[in-house]
């Protein structure tokens, strides 16, 4: 009787775990969709030049590591960054990412993924395409929603191979 206990016990835990494992990935799912939905948001500000819609969905401590371009810290600093890339003249002509896996852990959501983007530079009529691969950490804000507090990014060819 013991023996037939100790196996319905056993049975009953690795339903439970199995369980509670397809529940974390449905929620890892829900999030992927989340943050995809909200960086749709985001690109979309910056592609139409709306720097100010752009910022909503960063947090005031932003910090910005672009590829050949120093740290950025802060909201404030990532703006006249952002303006001053526009103002040199370049066309963002589009930016896609993909995600490709999102990991939670407190209040935090990290996101890995890769993108692709055209850029039709001054005195250029053809866009120069790039791609590359990023990592977004985004952060829970009191009110529930994410915003970027970390964000990598880089191309996948150094600037001497293009």
Not at 137 to 146: A, F, M, R, T
Request: proline share 3%.
């Amino acid at each position: 009787m013991k023996k037939w206990r100790m196996i319905f016990i056993s049975g009953f835990a690795l339903v439970f775990l199995g369980g509670c494992a397809h529940t974390g990935t449905q929620r890892e799912e829900k999030l992927k969709v989340r943050v995809e939905m909200i960086g749709r948001k985001a690109e979309t500000a910056f592609l139409a030049g709306e720097v100010d819609t752009m910022l909503q969905y960063y947090t005031e401590d932003i910090i910005s590591m672009p590829q050949s371009y120093p740290m950025v810290k802060g909201k404030e600093n990532l703006r006249r960054k952002t303006e001053a890339i526009l103002s040199l003249g370049l066309k963002f002509e589009s930016l896609e990412s993909t995600t490709l896996d999102v990991k939670s852990s407190g209040r935090y959501v990290y996101e890995i993924g890769t993108f692709r983007q055209a850029v039709i530079l001054p005195g250029q009529n053809e866009p120069t395409e790039s791609v590359g691969k990023y990592v977004t950490i985004w952060e829970q804000q009191p009110n529930g929603d994410l915003k970027i507090a970390v964000e990598i990014y880089n191309s996948d060819t150094s600037n001497s191979e293009k």
